[in-house]
Nanobody, 114 residues
Framework: QARLVESGGGLVQPGGSLRLSCEAS????????MSWYRQAPGKERELVAS????????HTAGSVMGRFTISRDNAKNTLYLHMSSLKPEDTAVYYCKRHNVELWGQGTLVTVSS
């Protein structure tokens, strides 16, 4: 059964860093483009960053550009989101998504607060 499991969320102070992971299982991970989305309380889910199958092409939303980096390790079937210079407005549940044949993880909560 195809599955995505996010991890790495937690409480971090403003200006801090976190690395989120999304472990894929049950399907050929390297064949799919992947993305990170986030949903803040009371807001719609929004795209954070996307990456091609090989990892050679990426797209990052303007609100996080220069602070967040998406990457993947196809040998480990894992997607990453490296987040730095975190701001309170980055507080959200972060989800990974498989494209083409849509599949979502359960999400991991990131809280940025002093």
């Amino acid at each position: 059964q195809a599955r995505l499991v996010e991890s790495g969320g937690g409480l971090v102070q403003p200006g801090g860093s976190l690395r989120l992971s999304c472990e894929a299982s049950g399907f050929g991970f390297s064949a799919y483009p992947m993305s990170w989305y986030r949903q803040a309380p009371g807001k719609e889910r929004e795209l954070v960053a996307s990456i091609s199958q090989s990892g050679g092409n990426t797209h990052t939303a303007g609100s996080v550009m220069g602070r967040f980096t998406i990457s993947r390790d196809n040998a480990k079937n894992t997607l990453y989101l490296h987040m730095s210079s975190l701001k309170p407005e980055d507080t959200a549940v972060y989800y990974c998504k498989r494209h083409n044949v849509e599949l979502w993880g359960q999400g991991t909560l990131v809280t940025v607060s002093s």
